[in-house]
């Protein structure tokens, strides 16, 4: 039952990968020449509109869907209350946006903000239609079919948005853009999913899905608290152009992530669910994915921080020049992602999500200090971000170790070569890119940087770690063909044969401070 189960699993995330890496090449196509279209300050109008529904959406689309995911047994009631509570939220939320519209703009202190709210708020009933097909198919583990969904939504949307661009110059078009995507996906995941709604549900059904709904609506809430009060205060101290490069650095960090972090953390919750009661089991997966995880992630991350002053105005154009310092802070954020993804996973599969959302409450306290840091600047916001995201990593990286006895230790050592090799390659690429002729252009001393970094970085790591070097390429082959249970037997099997773990010997379950 368990290898079934984990071949079921393993098919499952290695189709969310797929979906992954193919809207995020949608994505970062689009988002490339939307910002050489458009203005960063289109892009702050954009993020003020986000700010505002987040919480709304949050409530009305996601947290809902949820409920139905984790529940064992589920009846036509559940679904049918869902469906009937998400259109009955967003329809509440769509009015108070649509009256509240005047002291929004005040807030803000953005005039003509009205129009973009009352379109873009259209999208909560949209989402709250995607609500019910999407759990259906998640239940299911139909992530081929979502991975789909996915990239469809995600390549429509960037045609249209494109489209929209080049017509109208303005934030008109990233709002068409998304309500265009949101059309698809709830069109398609209907399509997919067959179901029909009706009014047929119960208190009963209402009371099954409220403990769990409301746990989950508290992380969530969180999570969307966490993600946009920064971008509220850059937004009313700063102004619409300083949000959207704020924004601009925040998604670059974001979709590197998914597209490094995802495959590899999909692994995470799955696998920990059912080695709970098997902690070697469990240490040998977590230490040998957050291995791999860290082999691309690290030089991705340290690399582009070191190529960005020569990247950014080449790919997004000379007026995102300022963003430049935001985005290199923002990518050094991205490196604690490897190990922060799988503390969260491991907790939430072990059966402590209440730990996932205690952190995230108390990451929330620096946040009062975002207006001091404001008058600093948006390079000072971005720094008061990342500390607060170190402050969550080591938090989550203390719960780990006290709930599931995988020490601190084994935690940052694991990956620690592949660490030391980015920075070196970092530092080659950085000095390469200032030293060079200036006879070249910028373009060739990119491509001559970036060839630089794709030579040293691998020469380092088959230097100080080579048995474990070629076990992690080997995993990577596994899971960029598909075979996903071949790519997490690697991962585990991916000991410390280089003492990459900080001196503990191989399959070593029980670390100093275990449980």
């Known amino acids: 039952m368990t290898q079934g189960l984990m071949k079921s699993a393993g098919k499952a995330a290695a189709w969310s990968a797929v979906g992954s890496w193919a809207g995020l090449a949608g994505s970062m196509v689009s988002l490339v020449i939307l910002a050489r279209l458009l203005d960063p300050t289109d892009f702050g109008i954009y993020g003020f509109v986000i700010v505002t529904l ?8 996601h947290s809902l869907g949820d409920s139905l995911i984790q529940r064992k047994e589920m009846t036509p009631g559940h679904s049918n209350s869902v469906f009937a509570l998400s259109l009955f ?38 989402s709250s239609l995607v609500a019910v097909p999407a759990a259906h198919l998640q239940r299911r583990l139909a992530f081929k079919q979502i991975a789909w969904i996915d990239v469809i939504g995600t390549v429509t949307g960037a045609v249209v948005g494109i489209v929209m661009a080049i017509l109208l110059q303005n934030a008109w078009a990233l709002i068409i853009m998304e309500l ?29 899905l409220a403990a769990y709904n409301l746990a989950t609506l508290g992380i969530r809430i969180t999570t969307v608290l966490e993600i946009n009060i920064p971008r509220a205060v850059v937004g009313i101290f700063l102004g619409p152009a300083a949000l959207g490069m704020f924004n601009l650095a925040l ?35 977590q230490r040998g994915a957050i291995t791999v995880a860290t082999f691309v992630a690290y030089p991705a991350f340290l ?26 802070i923002a990518l050094l954020i991205g490196v604690r992602s490897p190990t922060a993804t799988f503390d969260a ?29 404001a008058q600093y600047g948006l390079e000072a916001v971005m720094w008061l971000v990342w500390g607060q995201k170190m402050l969550g990593w080591a938090l989550g990286a203390i719960a780990v170790q006290t709930v599931v006895g995988f020490s601190i230790r084994q935690q940052v050592f694991a990956g620690s070569f592949a660490f030391l090799a980015s920075i070196l390659m970092a530092t080659a690429v950085y000095f390469a890119s200032i030293y060079l002729p200036a006879t070249y252009s910028d373009i060739a001393k990119l491509l001559i940087a970036i060839t630089l970094g794709m030579v040293t970085y691998p020469t380092v790591l088959l230097i100080i770690s080579p048995r474990t070097t070629f076990k992690r390429i080997k995993a990577l082959i596994y899971l960029a063909s598909g075979k996903k249970d071949l790519a997490i037997r690697t991962v585990m099997n991916t000991q410390s044969s280089d003492s990459e773990y900080g001196g503990s010997t191989p399959g070593s379950a029980q670390p100093e401070g275990g449980v």
Not at 54 to 61: D, G, H, Q, S
Not at 193 to 206: N, T, V
Not at 304 to 322: N, S, T, Y
């Open 54 to 61: 987040a919480i709304p959406e949050a409530i009305a689309c």
């Open 89 to 126: 939220f967003a329809l509440v939320f769509y009015i108070a946006v649509v009256c509240g519209s005047p002291f929004l703009e005040a807030f803000f202190g953005q005039e003509d903000l009205a129009p973009y709210l009352w379109v873009m708020g259209l999208g909560l009933f949209l």
């Open 180 to 208: 265009a995507r949101r059309m698809v996906r709830m069109l398609a995941f209907c399509w997919f999913d067959r179901w029909l709604p009706s009014l047929k549900f119960s208190s009963q059904d209402i009371r099954d």
């Open 251 to 285: 998604r670059v960090q974001d979709q590197a992530g998914t597209a490094l972090i995802s495959p590899f953390g999909a692994i995470a919750l799955p696998f920990a669910s059912i080695s709970q009661n098997n902690r070697e089991l469990l240490h040998r997966m």
């Open 303 to 328: 690399g582009a921080i070191a190529i960005a002053p020569l990247m950014v105005p080449i790919v997004f154009g000379e007026k995102w020049i300022a963003a430049t310092g935001a985005i290199q």
């Open 345 to 373: 996973g491991v907790l939430k599969g072990v059966g402590r999500p209440d730990l996932v959302l205690k952190i995230a409450l108390t990451c929330l306290l620096p946040m009062v200090l975002l207006p001091l840091a």
